[in-house]
C-alpha cells in the first residue's frame, strides 16, 4: 500500500485583530497545535501573526512551528492592502489556512476562513467610507479567488450567498464551537427574582463586541428617549464611543478577557446582538450553550442560528428593538426558558474536534503542492 504523502500547512492571521476574531482563534490554534503534534498526515510549519503588541499571545504553539509577526509601518488599511497583493513567503505553493476574509494574491494553495458576508452582500446600511473599503474588498476577493481551494463557512445561509456568486469553489459548512469553558460550565439560566426583577420588569443585557460600524452600535444612540426596560446594558466597547452618554443604564466595560466575557454571562438576563451582518457570531453559540435568552436581528443568519428560540427585531428600527425587549419580559415573566438543544446540533462538540475536521478537509484536498 502507497504511503499517503505529507501535507506541509501555514497559518496566516496577520488580520486577526478584533475582540471576536480572536476570542474564536485563541481556542482554535491550541486544538490545531495539539493536532500538529498528533497527526502524522499534516504538518504545521509556519504561523504568520499581527503585530506583537496586537497578537493573539494567550497560547504557546510547539517548537516544530515557526512564529512570525507582521509589523505594520503604515496605516493599517494601506499595510493590509499591501499584504494581500504583494507579499509572499518563501514557500508560496504550500497549503495556507488564511484567516481575514479576503484571499492573498500570490500564494496558490490557500484555505479561506469566511467569517463576514460583508464580502458578498450589500452594505447598503453603511456609510460612504466603509461602502468604498468593501467594494475595494469584494474586487481583491474576485481578483484572488481563484487561489483558493477550499472556503470553510459558519452557516448555510452564506455558503448558498457565496455558491450563487462563485459557483465553482470548494465550500464547506463548519460553525465553530465555544470555548471548552461553555461546555464544561455547571451554568444553566435559571429564572429567579435574584436574576429577574419582576417587580419592576427590567433586565441586565449584555452585548459582547468590538465598536465596528456593521456590529450596530449606533442603534443605541439617544435609544433613552424610547424608556427601554433595562436595569443595565454592558457593551464592550470603550467609554468614548458609548452610542448615548446620556443614558443611564449602558454600561461600557472596554475591551475585557475571555473569562470577563463568561461572568458576565452569568450575571445577564439576556444577550443582546446588533450585528447587521453575520461575521463570526460567537456570542450566539456561547449564549445558547449557557442557556441564555437571546435578542438578535431578524436576518437569515440569526434564524439559521437561533431559530425560533431568540427574540427578533427589525435591525434598523429602534422602536422593534424595543418592542422585542418587551417582548422577552412577558415572556419571562411566563415563566419561559429558550430550549437550544436543536439549535446546537450542528455545532462541533469541542475545538479539538473542529480542528481535527479542518485538517481532515485538507488533507483530502485533490490538489497538492509541490513540496
Known amino acids: 500500500m502507497k504511503k499517503k504523502l505529507q501535507t506541509f ?14 476570542n474564536i482563534l ?48 503604515l496605516p493599517n488599511w494601506l499595510s493590509r492592502l499591501l499584504e494581500i497583493i504583494f507579499w509572499k513567503p518563501s514557500n508560496p505553493e504550500q497549503f495556507f489556512l488564511v484567516f481575514g476574509d479576503i484571499p492573498l494574491r500570490r500564494l496558490t494553495n490557500q484555505i479561506l476562513y469566511l467569517h463576514s458576508t460583508l464580502i458578498i452582500q450589500s452594505v447598503s446600511e453603511h456609510s460612504l467610507l466603509i461602502k468604498i473599503k468593501y467594494l475595494v474588498l469584494k474586487f481583491l476577493f474576485f481578483l484572488n479567488i481563484n487561489n483558493v481551494k477550499l472556503i470553510i463557512v459558519q452557516s448555510k445561509v452564506m455558503r448558498s450567498q457565496l455558491f450563487f456568486k462563485y459557483p465553482n469553489i470548494n465550500i464547506v459548512v463548519m460553525p465553530p464551537p465555544p470555548g471548552e469553558i461553555y461546555y464544561k460550565s455547571p451554568y444553566k439560566f435559571n429564572l429567579s427574582k435574584k436574576r429577574f426583577n419582576l417587580n419592576k420588569g427590567k433586565i441586565k443585557g449584555f ?13 443605541l444612540k439617544d435609544i433613552s428617549s424610547y424608556d427601554l426596560p433595562f436595569s443595565e446594558l454592558v457593551l464592550t466597547i470603550n467609554p468614548d464611543n458609548n452610542p448615548d452618554p446620556f443614558c443611564n443604564f449602558i454600561k461600557c466595560t472596554g475591551e475585557i478577557s475571555n ?72 415572556k419571562l415573566q411566563e415563566g419561559w426558558k429558550p430550549n437550544y438543544s436543536k439549535c446546537l446540533k450542528s455545532i462541533s462538540s469541542g475545538w479539538d474536534v473542529y480542528a481535527s475536521k479542518t485538517l481532515e478537509h485538507i488533507v483530502n484536498l485533490p490538489y497538492r503542492p509541490n513540496n
Open 26 to 73: 485563541e481556542p482554535f490554534l491550541i486544538a490545531l497545535n495539539n493536532s500538529n503534534n498528533n497527526n502524522n498526515n499534516i504538518k504545521i510549519l509556519n504561523a504568520y501573526f499581527p503585530p506583537v503588541d496586537k497578537s493573539l499571545e494567550n497560547f504557546t504553539l510547539t517548537n516544530s512551528i515557526e512564529v512570525h509577526h507582521f509589523e505594520r509601518k
Open 259 to 330: 473569562e470577563c466575557v463568561y461572568d458576565h454571562y452569568l450575571n445577564t438576563d439576556a444577550l443582546i446582538f446588533l450585528s447587521l451582518t453575520e461575521s463570526y457570531g460567537l456570542p450566539l453559540v456561547e449564549s445558547m450553550s449557557l442557556g441564555i435568552p437571546i435578542i438578535c436581528p431578524n436576518l437569515p443568519y440569526a434564524r439559521e442560528l437561533c431559530q425560533d428560540q431568540a427574540i427578533y427585531f427589525n435591525v434598523v428600527s429602534a422602536e422593534s428593538f424595543k418592542q422585542a425587549v418587551n417582548e422577552l419580559i412577558l
Open 9 to 22: 500547512l501555514n497559518l496566516h492571521l496577520s488580520n486577526v485583530l478584533g475582540l471576536g476574531a480572536r
Open 207 to 219: 452585548y459582547p463586541a468590538s465598536f465596528y460600524e456593521h456590529k450596530n452600535h449606533a442603534l
